[in-house]
T-cell receptor, first 115, second 116 residues
Framework: AQSVTQLGSHVSVSEGALVLLRCNYS??????LFWYVQYPNQGLQLLLK??????LVKGINGFEAEFKKSETSFHLTKPSAHMSDAAEYFC?????????????FGTGTRLTVIP | GAVVSQHPSWVICKSGTSVKIECRSL??????MFWYRQFPKQSLMLMAT?????????EQGVEKDKFLINHASLTLSTLTVTSAHPEDSSFYIC????????????FGPGTRLTVL
């Protein structure tokens, strides 16, 4: 079954520094991958998604992610961190099951931005 | 577009009582709705999937008699936590998708349940 693994439960960067959040996937079929952001006590907001089109996917708020099949990775990056980027980030993959295609979430990475 | 709302946003109840949480798709017809729970500092765990007009499909380990899900219309799904206990305290999030949004789910803002 499809799954994702997020390395690093907590990442701290300085304001203006590069943001790199790691996600590796496992899938025997071409995966559909997502990055979501969650602010405290709120639901999830979609940042970007990969659906087998361009391998470099651009999302909202200046984030982008690159699908690398050879590394089974879909890392999230942003060139310059802003204080407002502090949040929890989840990588997710569509898990194909009989009768339904559900999202399987990684364990999340909490991003702290240091002023 | 594709907005999902939840009500209430937070609820506190006494142990042994039942609590109903509503999930609505405001500007689309949701063919499928999903319910997740999230414990503090943890990821989202899928509880159940419901299609309009049919019974919900529960994930392994989720008690269907405790977490009653009703998807009565294309814009409303409800989750009822029956005989709630403190261990049911959690953040419950719903999501929905519509025909044509095959791979994308739209999430509600979540409901914080605290059982005393």
């Amino acid at each position: 079954a499809q799954s994702v693994t997020q390395l690093g439960s907590h990442v701290s960067v300085s304001e203006g520094a590069l943001v790199l959040l790691r996600c590796n996937y496992s899938s025997s079929v071409p995966p559909y991958l997502f990055w979501y952001v969650q602010y405290p006590n709120q639901g999830l907001q979609l940042l970007l998604k990969y659906t087998s089109a361009a391998t470099l996917v651009k999302g909202i708020n200046g984030f982008e992610a690159e699908f690398k099949k050879s590394e089974t990775s879909f890392h999230l990056t942003k060139p310059s961190a802003h204080m407002s980027d502090a949040a929890e980030y989840f990588c997710a993959v569509i898990r194909h099951q009989t009768g339904a295609n559900n999202l399987f979430f990684g364990t999340g990475t909490r991003l702290t931005v240091i002023p | 577009g594709a907005v999902v709302s939840q009500h209430p946003s937070w609820v506190i109840c006494k142990s042994g009582t039942s609590v109903k949480i509503e999930c609505r798709s405001l500007d689309f017809q949701a063919t499928t709705m999903f319910w997740y729970r999230q414990f503090p500092k943890q990821s989202l765990m899928l509880m159940a999937t419901s299609n309009e007009g049919s019974k919900a499909t529960y994930e392994q380990g989720v008690e269907k008699d405790k977490f009653l899900i009703n998807h009565a219309s294309l814009t409303l799904s409800t989750l009822t936590v029956t005989s709630a206990h403190p261990e049911d305290s959690s953040f419950y999030i719903c999501s929905a998708r519509f025909r044509g949004s095959y791979n994308e789910q739209f999430f509600g803002p979540g409901t914080r349940l605290t059982v005393l």
